[in-house]
């Protein structure tokens, strides 16, 4: 339904997409730029033949509409940052293990870096990669911020865009799927699965990607939700402040 006017905003080019599983369970992730990025990258996983699940945070559940077309849809919702994430932790493996695609924005949301790199990655992909012995597989893709861009409410509707999606070989990961999964070993994991997004999108872009990969956290930016909506309110709050004295 969503897809026809998502592919009339924009043309997309997709290489070695063979590279995607055609079966079984597998773990699939991305870079996240725009709103729009489930919908190509999920455009390239229906292609493929595989129906994606999406671990998708949720406040996207509650609308009454949107939420039953993602329940409908067996799509995962992910209460970040809560106690209740591990929910989605278990739900995600129990898809995995029943031969399931599972698409993940390791991330964990649109990234706040200033020229759209990759940030520092959550450790979910990597947890259930070592839980299920699933492959990991990485693609890129870049264009999708040119029609809508992070946080933007519109999407740009000419000139007509061009998202390019590169799809990887699986991460290796044999050697930690051997030990204790350990905090080490997790970290592990996650560094070699983001390295891995990096240099296909270096690749992408044709420049190199800083050394140092952005943490919100050390930047003292939220990480979840859209950061300019509350420098947004900051600034007003400041202003108030201001005409009280």
């Not at 597998?26 to 595989?50: A, E, K, Q």
């Not at 890129?140 to 990887?168: E, K, M, N, S």
């Not at 800083?210 to 202003?239: C, H, K, M, V, Y």
Request: glycine share 8%.
């Amino acid at each position: 339904m969503l897809l026809p006017p998502v592919r009339a905003l924009s043309a997309r080019t997709w290489l070695d997409a063979h590279r995607l599983p055609a079966s079984g369970g597998c773990i699939v992730v991305f870079n996240h730029l725009s709103y729009l990025d489930p919908l190509m990258t999920g455009d390239l996983l229906w292609s493929r033949g595989r129906i994606p699940r999406y671990l998708v945070k949720e406040a996207l559940f509650r609308p009454p509409f949107f939420g039953a077309v993602l329940r409908n849809a067996k799509q995962i919702p992910v209460a970040r940052l809560t106690t209740h994430a591990q929910d989605a932790y278990g739900a995600a493996v129990d898809a995995v293990r029943a031969g399931e695609c599972l698409a993940v924005y390791p991330e964990g949301t649109l990234t706040r870096d200033p020229d759209l790199w990759p940030m520092r990655g959550k450790s979910g992909a990597a947890r259930i990669a070592l839980e299920t012995g699933a492959p990991v597989i990485p693609v890129a893709h870049w264009g999708a911020q040119d029609t809508l861009g992070p946080y933007a409410r519109f999407p740009r509707l000419w000139p007509r865009g061009r998202v390019t999606l590169r799809v990887g070989e699986p991460v290796d990961l044999a050697d930690l799927l051997e030990q204790e999964v350990t905090p080490q070993v997790i970290q592990q994991a996650t560094d070699r699965i983001m390295a891995a997004l990096v240099a296909l999108l270096e690749e992408l872009r044709q420049a190199e990607a800083p050394a140092e990969r952005f943490d919100p956290r050390d930047r003292g930016i939220q990480q979840i939700g859209n950061p300019r909506r509350r420098r947004a309110r900051l600034g007003r709050t400041s202003r108030k402040k201001g005409d009280a004295r």
